[in-house]
């Protein structure tokens, strides 16, 4: 079973002062849970509940030590439980076997140190195996194979490839790494460079906060230095594995998916148009 490292350590501090006690991550969205009702959900739960669709199982979070309220809406609470009903009772039953089915594992980014260092954290838990990586103020929402288990599918058949990313075309590169890529096939890509969020952007695809990657990924967060933003950026990570002659490939979005982001008022406000289906 493929581990899951999901980084809700974020500050949110583009979304002040909402943000001040409540994590970016548990940001509401409107989730439909049957066909005539819409209920609220936090992002994060949502991320959760789409990859457990998915049969992923074994999860680690990655979360700063002010964001109890995460570890908190993720913990079973019997006598809050018990004294709800109907409808409502029955989504949170729901989630709790989902939960009680699941293995999670918690840890603590004491300082905002960037997403490499987020990553880097989850070393203990990962060990040697391959792994997923997703933020947590991010999903995708997708008609067809959700590109999640088509980065898993790309890696299974590119077993020597080390990392393999997930890209969209952009039109601001402010937000984003970009990578220098060449075709390989119709939706596959060799990746050549990726740089974080260039002034002079080299292609016109971003990269999006989901990664397969194998182990090697550590090695290379441990030689890194303080990059943009002076954060530890996980594309200075990747970029070492490149320069080390190592296989870094690239899949992209499809015509009927769409990134969903509360990371902005902009992107928050956006998400909100959007119909998020039972996950």
Not at 173 to 202: A, C, M, Q
Request: charged content about 30%; hydrophobic content about 35%.
């Amino acid at each position: 079973m493929t581990k899951v490292v999901i980084t809700a350590a974020g500050k949110g501090t583009r979304l002040l002062p909402f943000t001040k006690e409540i994590p970016k991550e548990m940001m509401p969205i409107f989730s439909g849970f049957s066909t005539n009702k819409k209920v609220v959900v936090p992002l994060l739960q949502y991320v959760y509940e789409q990859l457990y669709s998915m049969n992923f199982r074994d999860y680690c979070f990655i979360v700063g030590r002010e964001k109890r309220s995460i570890e908190d809406h993720f913990t079973p609470h019997e006598s809050y439980f018990r004294d709800l009903s109907g409808e409502y009772k029955k989504i949170i039953s729901r989630f709790y076997q989902k939960l009680e089915k699941s293995h999670l594992v918690w840890i603590n980014q004491n300082r905002p140190l960037g997403f490499g260092d987020a990553v880097k954290r989850a070393e203990k838990y990962v060990g040697k195996e391959d792994f997923i990586v997703h933020a947590g103020d991010v999903t995708i929402l997708s008609n067809s194979k959700h590109p999640i288990l088509r980065l898993i599918e790309t890696a299974n058949k590119n077993p020597d490839a080390k990392v393999i990313l997930l890209c969209k075309k952009i039109k601001n590169s402010k937000r984003y790494g970009v990578p220098t890529v060449s075709k390989i096939s119709k939706n596959l890509f060799h990746v050549k460079e990726v740089v974080e969020k260039p002034d002079k952007p080299k292609s016109e695809f971003g990269i999006l906060p989901l990664y397969y990657f194998k182990s090697d990924i550590f090695s290379s967060l441990k030689k890194i230095k303080l990059g943009k933003g002076k954060e530890f950026q996980l594309t200075d990570a990747i970029q070492t594995i490149i320069q080390e002659k190592q296989k870094v490939l690239a899949i992209t979005l499809e015509k009927n998916e769409k990134e969903v982001d509360v990371g902005t008022v902009e992107s928050y406000r956006n998400a909100q148009d959007v119909t998020f289906r039972k996950a």
